[in-house]
């Protein structure tokens, strides 16, 4: 998934079930902000004290990130979910939609005691959930020949496009210059709404893909989780929830069109402002940006001297600010889902 379902989809659904304009954001930029969380260094404050931050996505200008501790640590937990499917450990590493894992992670968070991160975090599992639609049937390790993807045929493209595509992708991101990770044999493919492709698996096996019938039933489960929540943390509930019935149609309609992300995200702005999605936008949904540094900005301020290194302040509201709250959120995730989860299953990975 990109940023057209993990931030415009994810925002458009927490406002159907119930949330108000600002928490619904909060949602949505914790699901979208872990595909950007992606500095590590701590931050030594000149007004005093420090903070650790947690990586939740690939450090893409540096190759050393792409080692065993990037797998474990970060695609594991925030985006390549075991499917615990099979016997042996690598075959339970792949991911399955909706699996009993995901689940488990659900569960364990909804019977959790409420933290004042607790949004934060199910933005973040939000995302982890989706992807388990996206990303099934490959892993976020790397296992030689296990995530391959051979003979791929990407419906209305011609020959040369998915090489074109990898090149393009290489260039710029450094995910899809290791094959053996994930799915970076078919580029972003299996993220785009609209794609239908086919290819086989390093057994052999045919797979014949609808990305709309998956994002579909990915979209349906995290309306589900959004009403779960709501139902037993009433008090985020502002409005009474809008029927899935009544948003399948335009939802199905949006991950049917073809485009760019940019194009695809213009998409959701336009319905999302418009009404379409089953409730009164306000005026500051007319116009909706995601900007993955703004919480940073918000809680940090950066004074940069030339020849010098950075240096960092805290701002007033740091200790309550989104950008720690999502830190804090995405570490109790981490830990819970490697040192937790996973082992109940067997999955020593932590």
């Not at 003979?151 to 094959?179: D, H, M, R």
């Not at 819970?336 to 999955?347: D, K």
Request: with cysteine; hydrophobic share 35%.
């Amino acid at each position: 998934m990109e940023q057209d379902f993990h931030f415009y989809t994810v925002y458009s659904l927490a406002r159907a079930s119930g949330f108000d304009p600002d928490n619904a954001r909060l949602i949505a930029y914790s699901s979208q902000h872990t595909d950007d969380s992606k500095y590590k260094h701590v931050l030594e404050f000149e007004n005093g004290g420090r903070f650790q931050q947690v990586l939740t996505a690939h450090q893409f200008i540096d190759p050393r990130t792409l080692d065993k501790d990037t797998c474990y640590n970060i695609w594991v937990p925030f985006h390549f979910l075991p499917g615990n499917l099979g016997s042996g450990f690598y075959e339970r590493m792949f991911v399955r939609s909706n699996s009993v894992v995901a689940q488990r992670v659900i569960d364990d968070f909804l019977t959790s005691p409420m933290k004042p991160y607790s949004l934060h975090r199910l933005g973040i599992i939000l995302h982890l959930y989706a992807d388990t639609w996206s990303h099934q049937n490959f892993m976020g390790v790397m296992r030689e020949g296990m995530n391959d993807v051979r003979n791929l045929e990407v419906k209305g493209e011609g020959e040369g496009f998915i090489e074109s595509l990898l090149k393009k992708l290489q260039q710029k991101i450094l995910e899809y210059t290791a094959p053996l990770l994930g799915h970076a044999q078919a580029g972003t493919i299996p993220d785009e709404p609209f794609r239908e492709w086919e290819y086989e698996d390093y057994r052999g096996k045919h797979f014949s893909v609808s990305n709309h019938e998956r994002a579909l039933d990915a979209a349906q489960n995290c309306y589900t989780l959004l009403l779960r929540f709501l139902k037993q943390s009433p008090q985020f509930s502002s409005e009474s929830a809008v029927p899935w019935q009544n948003i399948v149609v335009r939802v199905s309609d949006l991950f049917g069109k073809e485009g760019s992300l940019e194009e695809r995200a213009k998409g959701w702005q336009g319905a999302i402002a418009d009404g379409s999605l089953g409730f009164d936008p306000k005026e500051e949904e007319k116009n909706l940006q995601y900007g993955n540094r703004d919480w940073f900005k918000a809680a940090v301020k950066v004074t940069k001297t030339e020849g010098q290194p950075d240096k960092y302040e805290k701002q007033p509201n740091f200790e309550s600010s989104n950008w720690k709250y999502f830190h804090d959120a995405a570490a109790l995730q981490k830990f819970s889902i490697l040192h937790e989860v996973l082992p109940e299953y067997g999955i020593i990975c932590g």
